[in-house]
T-cell receptor
Framework: EDQVTQSPEALRLQEGESSSLNCSYT??????LFWYRQDPGKGPEFLFT???AGEEKEKERLKATLTKKESFLHITAPKPEDSATYLC?????????????FGRGTSLIVHP | DGGITQSPKYLFRKEGQNVTLSCEQN?????MYWYRQDPGQGLRLIYY???????QKGDIAEGYSVSREKKESFPLTVTSAQKNPTAFYLC???????????????FGSGTRLTVV
């Protein structure tokens, strides 16, 4: 059975304190890994798509990387506005369709 | 601007009542999805549709029903058979599966359903 595990469940950082969030997965036929940001009471907002091991994507203070078994979301010098829940999803083939499976997310709080 | 509109934002359901959540998109996406989000549970797939007049059950379809009569619309009905419907419901869309999706899945802003 396909699984997506995110760690840690919660992370508290001081402003400027860099860290990384982890997303490990066990899927057959991976067809993409996605990172989303979700603010309380809102829908997830797309951040990155990664398809191949070794691939990296960057956006402002965020950098996503992918290996054959996991992905990392690196946050460099975070600011309080980076506080949110970060969701990882993997897309694999299910009955001929591409269906995303989500992890439970990492809740990030950045203190000023 | 293109996007997904979910309505209402808040919905209250009485015991034994069916309620319908609306999801409309103007992105010209073929595929649409419904997810349920509970605290600490992540997003769980209820139903998905890859094409008009066709839809498939997800992991937690019991107590829910959907229709896909138009490409733009994918309403979700929470029936009285769903014993624990209180949750945050999210609708999403994407270009049809099988194609490289560079921008992931687009989500609506969600509907919070509460049983009263």
């Amino acid at each position: 059975e396909d699984q997506v595990t995110q760690s840690p469940e919660a992370l508290r950082l001081q402003e400027g304190e860099s860290s990384s969030l982890n997303c490990s997965y066990t899927v057959s036929g991976l067809r993409g890994l996605f990172w989303y940001r979700q603010d309380p009471g809102k829908g997830p907002e797309f951040l990155f798509t990664l398809y191949s091991a070794g691939e990296e994507k960057e956006k402002e203070r965020l950098k996503a990387t992918l290996t054959k078994k996991e992905s990392f979301l690196h946050i460099t010098a975070p600011k309080p506005e980076d506080s949110a829940t970060y969701l990882c999803a993997v897309q694999a083939i299910l009955g001929g369709s591409y269906i995303p499976t989500f992890g439970r997310g990492t809740s990030l709080i950045v203190h000023p | 601007d293109g996007g997904i509109t979910q309505s209402p934002k808040y919905l209250f359901r009485k015991e034994g009542q069916n309620v319908t959540l609306s999801c409309e998109q103007n992105l010209n996406h073929d595929a649409m999805y419904w997810y349920r989000q509970d605290p600490g549970q992540g997003l769980r797939l209820i139903y998905y549709s890859q094409i008009v007049n066709d839809f498939q059950k997800g992991d937690i379809a019991e107590g829910y029903s959907v229709s896909r009569e138009k490409k733009e619309s994918f309403p979700l009905t929470v029936t009285s058979a769903q014993k624990n419907p209180t949750a945050f419901y999210l609708c999403a869309s994407s270009i049809r599966g099988g194609q490289r999706i560079n921008y992931g899945y687009t989500f609506g802003s969600g509907t919070r359903l509460t049983v009263v």
